[in-house]
């Protein structure tokens, strides 16, 4: 059975901070492994995509890295904005689901 | 190209009585799929449907839960005899293909559930 772990489960940056999101999981037979960003309230937004033959996957100010060996991801997330808090969700994808990590609740603040 | 389309955003219901969800995938695509989101709990896997066909329910509470992708029409979840442990957030995801290397899977913006 799959496990997702994501720590910290919540953390606190000013704006302009560099950071990095940590993502754990169990069973390296996966198809991919998406980055959700999810705002309080609402829906979840994907931001990346790394596929499980890929290493890396870069959007703007974030990159997203994958070493299914370690079963690890991170998220970085360069100079930090107040609009990029939210809580950041990792999920790996299997035959027919994805199975989520509890979260990781950024606070960006001025 | 629209998103996920759930409705409503926003469902009270008492004890016992009967809770539809709606779920419109996003243009062109086939697969449905429907996760919980209890109060400060991660999201968890429901059920996976393709047209007209349930492909994985494992993640079904055995009872009053049902799930359908009708031919023609949204995808629908059905929570009957609802129970205040029934609350949560409840999202539909979408993608073209079954689950792949290349599937993304998109969300809509959820429905809550509140049951009084």
């Known amino acids: 059975k799959q496990e997702v772990t994501q720590i910290p489960a919540a953390l606190s940056v000013p704006e302009g901070e560099n950071l990095v999101l940590n993502c754990s999981f169990t069973?390296?037979?996966?198809?991919?492994l998406q980055w959700f960003r999810q705002d309080p309230g609402k829906g979840l937004t994907s931001l990346l995509l790394?596929?499980?033959?890929?290493r890396e996957q870069t959007s703007g100010r974030l990159n997203a890295s994958l070493d299914k060996s370690s079963g690890r991801s991170t998220l970085y997330i360069a100079a930090s904005q107040p609009g990029d808090s939210a809580t950041y969700l990792c999920?790996?994808?299997?035959?027919?689901?994805?199975?989520f990590g509890t979260g990781t609740r950024l606070q960006v603040t001025l | 190209n629209a998103g996920v389309m759930q409705n409503p955003r926003h469902l009270v219901r008492r004890r016992g009585q009967e809770a539809r969800l709606r779920c419109s995938p996003m243009?062109?695509?086939?697969?449905v799929y429907w996760y919980r989101q209890l109060p400060e709990e991660g999201l968890k896997f429901m059920v996976y449907?393709?047209?007209?066909?349930?492909?994985?329910e494992s993640g079904m509470p055995k009872e009053r839960f049902s799930a359908e992708f009708p031919k023609e029409g949204p995808s629908i979840l059905r929570i009957q005899q609802v129970v205040r442990g029934d609350s949560a957030a409840y999202f539909c995801?979408?993608?073209?293909?079954?689950?792949?290397?290349?599937?993304?899977?998109?969300f809509g913006q959820g429905t809550r559930l509140t049951v009084v």
């Open positions: 243009k062109g695509h086939s697969h």
């Open positions: 069973d390296s037979a996966i198809y991919n």
């Open positions: 449907l393709q047209k007209e066909n349930i492909i994985d």
């Open positions: 790394i596929q499980s033959s890929q």
């Open positions: 999920a790996l994808s299997t035959a027919s689901k994805l199975t």
């Open positions: 995801a979408s993608s073209p293909t079954g689950q792949g290397q290349n599937t993304e899977a998109f």
